[in-house]
């Protein structure tokens, strides 16, 4: 039997059901979805900001409620990944002048922070 006559003994049905079977689709999940950053209610798309007050707190959650990871100083630069009311979960881009590895993550109030770009 060939090919073309094989398909056409086959319903539509189980073409689509076989074809659906084989496929597989992955999305990932937005980024309020995973880890420390569940407590974001926006998300932005990563935007560069920088530290505009000395001794700024760089939390675990977003309120002062939760530990400091450390402190920020001015000129510490991060990237804003999402957020939660006047609270920015971001990341640092260089390691802070406290001494906070490049590449942390953790909340800090937006109200000390000037945006470079968007």
């Known amino acids: ?3 073309r006559l094989a398909l056409r003994s086959v319903g539509p049905a189980a073409l689509a059901i076989a074809a659906a079977a084989t496929l597989t689709v992955t999305t990932a999940p937005a ?3 995973v880890g420390e950053n569940s407590k974001c ?6 935007y560069r900001a920088t ?3 000395n001794g700024w ?3 675990i959650g977003p309120s002062t409620g939760y530990a400091s990871r450390g402190y920020l100083y001015r000129g510490d630069k991060l990237t804003v990944l999402c957020s939660r009311g006047n609270w920015d979960y971001s990341q640092l881009t260089q390691r802070s002048r406290s001494g906070i590895p490049k590449g942390t993550r953790g909340w800090v109030r937006d109200d000390g922070l000037v945006s470079l770009a968007g």
């Open 1 to 3: 039997m060939n090919r």
């Open 31 to 33: 980024a309020h979805a």
């Open 41 to 46: 209610t926006v998300n932005w798309p990563n």
């Open 51 to 53: 530290v505009a007050k």
């Open 57 to 59: 707190n760089f939390r």
